[in-house]
């Protein structure tokens, strides 16, 4: 069952078109992730479903509710940190939990929050004395306290310190396992693929790709670079292997392009040759890799070409078959409910 549904939503300000005709669809019990360079329309997205901000055109369901005409009902079912949050600067950490738990019926676990998002010490400190860090945990904290079954978190870990963004992600995960559901928007490709379970792209107001992390990374940044070192000139036989796409050399340091599962391969045949790089070495691509490949300037104007079985990879900005092509692609041939549909078969 989707808990989140959005269909063709507009949004602009003025003249400038913050989201254009972006669809997604988020399943109960999962982290949803939201990624894009910075001015891709994520908040605004995010804001047109919490009811924040009224969208030009489309359709937003979240728990089977319209975000504007039943947002009263809504809210009480949601949490949401936003991206720029304040509160008064005088008032207490444990005066604002309590607050916020005051007006929603039934929430009681602003203690155990305090606990949880490592506050316990400051909860006499007034807002204004906290730290950057310290702010974004209390609003994380805040967004908790109706025990939501839907939340929202806009970049939740900028400005964490490494442990407490790692903390971050373990509680997140507890939510989900819990049976709420999670969306989050992040610039940190290693918390998107450590923690969603799904993810869309955004770019220039469009969502021009969804799927798990590991899908995007299949489909966008396919195959492995595998190195070593070697003084043998005649290589020749390496790149005879089927599931290597094309070598390099420079001085000693030999790189091949190859399939993701081609690493048993090159080590056989080098050991059968009589090769034993104590320096052999595997680059996997990551979703950073995808980011690249699909948001960087190259992909703006290319001109779309076939989608993705290249060889390319390893190394960021080369998904296979051209990223302008295959974001091109998507966005045209695939809706992000269609995408999601493949995702269970
Ligand atoms: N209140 C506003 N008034 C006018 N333009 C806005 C407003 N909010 C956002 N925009 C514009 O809409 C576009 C999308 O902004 P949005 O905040 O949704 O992007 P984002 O993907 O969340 O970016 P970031 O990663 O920097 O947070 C940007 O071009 C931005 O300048
Ligand atoms: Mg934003």
């Not at 869309?200 to 195959?223: E, H, K, T």
């Not at 000139?233 to 070598?247: A, F, K, N, T, Y």
Request: charged share 25%; hydrophobic share 40%; with cysteine.
């Amino acid at each position: 069952m989707f808990v989140v549904e959005v269909s063709e939503l507009c949004k602009s300000y003025g003249d400038r078109l913050a989201v254009d005709d972006a669809s997604l669809s988020v399943e109960r019990g999962e982290i949803f992730g939201l990624i894009g360079p910075n001015g891709a329309g994520k908040t605004t997205v995010i804001e047109c479903i919490e009811g924040l901000r009224v969208p030009d055109r489309g359709r937003i369901r979240v728990l089977g509710l319209d975000p504007v005409r039943d947002g009263r009902e809504m809210r009480r079912l949601i949490g949401c940190q936003l991206q720029d949050s304040a509160l008064p600067h005088r008032i207490k950490v444990r005066e604002a939990l309590k607050l916020f738990a005051s007006l929603a019926p039934g929430a009681s676990r602003w203690e155990e929050l305090l606990e949880q998002w490592g506050l316990a010490d400051k909860r006499d400190a007034a807002f204004g004395s906290l730290s950057g860090g310290q702010r974004q945990r209390l609003f994380v904290a805040l967004a908790l306290v109706n025990d939501p079954e839907v939340v929202f978190l806009d970049e939740m870990t900028t400005g964490l310190d490494p442990a407490a963004r790692r903390t971050a992600w373990d509680l997140i995960r507890r939510l989900r396992d819990r049976g709420a559901t999670v969306i989050l928007v992040t610039h940190f490709m290693d918390e998107a693929e450590e923690l969603c379970d799904w993810l869309a792209v955004m770019r220039q107001g469009r969502i021009i790709a969804a799927d798990s992390p590991r899908g995007l990374i299949d489909r966008f940044a396919p195959g492995i670079n595998i190195t070593f070192s070697s003084e043998n000139g005649d290589l020749g036989w390496l790149e005879q292997l089927e599931p290597v796409h094309s070598m390099s050399r420079r001085g000693r340091r030999v790189s091949l392009e190859a399939d993701s599962d081609a690493l048993v391969a090159v080590a056989g045949a080098l050991f059968e040759h009589g090769l034993h790089p104590a320096d052999l070495d595997v680059n996997r691509p990551s979703l950073e890799d995808v980011f690249l490949a699909l948001t960087g300037e190259r992909a703006a104007d290319e001109p779309a070409v076939s989608s993705g079985e290249g060889g390319s990879g390893g190394s960021g900005g080369q998904a296979g078959g051209g990223p302008g092509g295959a974001a091109a692609g998507h966005n045209r041939a695939e809706s992000p409910r269609m995408i999601k549909g493949v995702r269970r078969g």
